[in-house]
């Protein structure tokens, strides 16, 4: 009879031992400590490895003036096309403003009315020579930069220019308005390439009546800045 007790207690005990365990751990009075977490912040995606660009600049020089010359064509109204050229001296008076004074000097053909009439003609060829002087103020409306290649970039201004004058032309002095605009590429930071429009107006009566005469000029010249 005793033994029988004996077999059931060690049966008993078996199956309540693992129950406490399991009950401990329900209810959180388990002495196991919980497992690290393993989970790292993720990393990032994508390392860039941008490569910065050397990029040579150049900028105009402190120094307010700019002296060049200058050569293009000029279409003397009623007198043909030919070669202009002269010289310009600028003052920048701000970034944006800046006034001009050009000489500048072309030469007159004959007129239709000459070539058709066999010999006529209406001026000496000494006073075909046209001369002007003229003091003009510019602005720069539009500053940008040009990339050439990759690692050089140069500075640019297209600006509008008008300005008063006189034109010496068939024997007289001619009061003259000219207007036009320009384009000024910076080559360094002291010598500029320009592309620049004209528009010379004055008043002549050789054929008759008097008119407002349109010479238009085109001309590329360079610059230092001093």
Known sequence: MESRFRVLFLIVATISLPGCAATKNLFGFGSEEASPSTSEAPGQVIDPEVE???IKEAAIDREDFEIGAYV????IEDFGTDVVYGARLAYHITDGFFVESTVGRSEGGLTSFEELSGGARLIRDSQRTLTYYNLSLGYNILPGEVYIGEGR???TNLYLIAGLGSTRFAGDDRFTVNVGAGYRFLLTDSIALHLDFRDHLFDIDLLGE????HNLE???GFTVFF
Do not use: D, F, L
């Open 210 to 213: 008097e008119k407002t005469a």
């Open 72 to 75: 293009g064509i000029m279409s």
């Open 153 to 155: 970039a140069y500075n």
């Open 52 to 54: 910065r660009r050397e």
């Open 218 to 220: 085109a001309h590329v």
